[in-house]
């Protein structure tokens, strides 16, 4: 399962980088020192999306019928998801994880808001059962209508069939002003994947952090806000809460799963079942 990429965290890494709040405003669009691997990843990623590829996605995995497990034994499958040649952690996922719902905890969020935490990776379970980084990874967007330039690399959109497409290249392509971006296919990947796994399960604002925690075009760019519906720009406040959490959080120190998992399991069991259908 390799890919341009080191590891699924070099994306994260560099996502981390580009929204540094002590980064200087002339150098928030400067991508000269993006690693080789980084670029192609990014290559790939708008290359390939195209609308036809989430559908078939969507239809794929949204029937949730690839396998049951618990949550926590979700997170120890994606635990299995390691890779030697990170150099700048020794951290496992479970740790990544815990590291997240923990700052949240820490600041006094409700508990909702720190499953969320917990979970919000758990999506990545795409990579291990074959899917390619930039089907599990990246920043997300909207498919079937105009590539926004807010989009980092937005060039590399020139080779995506859904380019030459007319339908596809105004501003609204296929939807409505306003309609809301429940109607909005986005990019494939693991927001996409675990909302539908947690939309039963989880509150509306959890829902919405799962679900749009890549989408940096809008939330830290504010592009499409005319895709968005009043309910969605009100949801956003959310997405914009958990951001840091998500980008900051890691430490070198390391959080105990043995210790923090009786907290974690009675948060789990109050919004999950036993077994969860992926």
């Given at each position: 399962?390799?890919?341009?990429l080191?590891?699924l965290e ?9 929204y ?10 400067d991508y ?8 192609e ?13 989430v559908l ?5 995995y ?19 998801l ?8 020794d ?7 815990l ?19 917990l979970?919000?990776?758990l ?13 599990v ?30 339908e ?21 990947g ?7 796994v947690?939309?039963?399960c ?29 309910r969605d ?6 997405v914009?809460?958990f ?5 900051y ?6 959080p ?22 992926f």
């Amino acid at each position: 399962m390799q890919g341009p990429l080191e590891n699924l965290e070099q994306w994260d890494d560099f996502v981390k980088q580009r929204y540094d709040p002590d980064r200087k405003t002339e150098e928030f669009r400067d991508y000269k020192n993006t690693t080789p691997g980084v670029r192609e990843f990014y290559r790939l990623n708008h290359t390939h999306q195209t609308r036809d590829f989430v559908l078939e996605k969507k239809k794929q995995y949204c029937r949730l019928n690839k396998t049951k497990m618990s949550i926590w034994e979700a997170l120890e499958y994606l635990n299995t998801l390691v890779d030697d040649s990170d150099p700048d952690t020794d951290l496992s996922q479970i740790e990544h994880n815990l590291q997240t719902a923990e700052a949240i905890r820490r600041d006094g969020h409700p508990d909702w808001f720190q499953l969320a935490g917990l979970v919000h990776d758990l999506g990545k379970v795409l990579w291990l059962w074959g899917e390619p980084q930039w089907a599990v990874v990246g920043d997300t967007f909207p498919t079937g209508c105009a590539y926004s330039d807010k989009i980092v690399f937005h060039e590399f959109f020139a080779d995506n069939p859904d380019a030459k497409r007319p339908e596809y290249n105004t501003r609204l392509g296929v939807y409505e002003q306003g309609g809301g971006l429940d109607q909005v296919n986005m990019s494939w990947g693991h927001d996409e994947y675990f909302y539908h796994v947690a939309k039963e399960c989880l509150p509306e604002p959890a829902l919405y952090m799962l679900r749009y925690h890549s989408f940096y075009p809008a939330h830290r760019e504010g592009a499409y806000d005319y895709l968005m519906n009043d309910r969605d720009r009100e949801m956003f406040q959310w997405v914009k809460t958990f951001n840091p959490y998500d980008l900051y959080s890691k430490s070198t120190a390391k959080p105990n799963p043995v210790e923090l998992r009786p907290y974690y399991q009675r948060l789990i069991e109050k919004y999950f079942p036993a077994q969860v259908a992926f």
